[in-house]
């Protein structure tokens, strides 16, 4: 079934660890998308991909990074994770044009 | 780059009352218009969208309206039900950036 998945669905870490938050969609969606959202609140952009090799800073980079080598894959990597990190991660994909938008269901990250 | 305003924040009708959730945005370039539902705990749901060559789009009790002049845009929801009750946001897209923008969201309360 075409979706979008993210993995791990819940994480607990050390401040000052390194970690990946994957996301994958089997949608062949060009557009995918990284968003950091408190249980409830605003969904902020941090990252946001138009295809392959293509990555751009959202609004909240929040000291991540991203890649795009596979059309499927979007990883969101925290260098250095700190208690400010802690929140929910949502990963969406679009369709093209005005192609509707999908969201994983989210990796809750909590950094102690 | 894209802004989205959404009001209100929120918003508590009675059952069988109708409820409406205004959005304006900023960059007379986007021209796709999503709407999501988020009950709590899961991801958020596409539940409407509208292109900007189309001014009103209606699903059983939900509609959308879209004035490209004022760049603002509404969802109506009639005889609301308890099921009903979730954060709803709007979006814009194909701004400038082509990134996909998120409203605060307006959470909604249905009382039985």
């Known amino acids: 079934e075409a979706d979008i998945y993210q993995t791990p669905r819940y994480l607990v870490i050390g401040t000052g660890k390194k970690i990946t938050l994957e996301c994958s969609q089997t949608?062949?969606?060009?557009?995918m998308y990284w968003y950091q959202q408190d249980p409830g609140m605003e969904l902020h952009l941090i990252h946001y991909?138009?295809?392959?090799?293509?990555?751009e800073k959202g609004d909240l980079s929040s000291e991540s990074t991203v890649s795009r080598i596979r059309t499927e894959h979007f990883p969101l990597t925290l260098e250095s994770a700190r208690p400010s990190h802690t929140s929910q991660y949502l990963c969406?994909?679009?369709?093209?044009?005005?192609?509707?938008?999908?969201f994983g269901q989210g990796t809750r990250l909590t950094v102690v | 780059g894209e802004n989205v305003e959404q009001h209100p924040s929120t918003l508590s009708v009675q059952e069988g009352d109708s409820a409406v959730i205004k959005c304006t945005y900023s960059?007379?370039?986007?021209?796709?218009f999503p709407w999501y539902k988020q009950e709590l705990g899961k991801r958020p749901q596409l539940i409407i969208d509208i292109r900007s060559n189309v001014g009103e789009k209606k699903d059983q009790r939900i509609a959308v309206t879209l004035n490209k002049t004022a760049k603002h845009f509404s969802l109506h929801i009639t005889e609301t039900q308890p099921e009903d009750s979730a954060v709803y946001f709007c979006?814009?897209?194909?701004?400038?950036?082509?990134?996909?923008?998120f409203g605060k969201g307006t959470k909604l309360s249905v009382k039985p």
């Open positions: 960059d007379s370039a986007s021209n796709y």
């Open positions: 991909s138009y295809g392959v090799n293509s990555t």
């Open positions: 969406a994909s679009k369709g093209p044009a005005g192609g509707k938008a999908f």
């Open positions: 979006a814009a897209y194909g701004g400038s950036q082509g990134n996909l923008i």
């Open positions: 949608m062949g969606h060009d557009k």
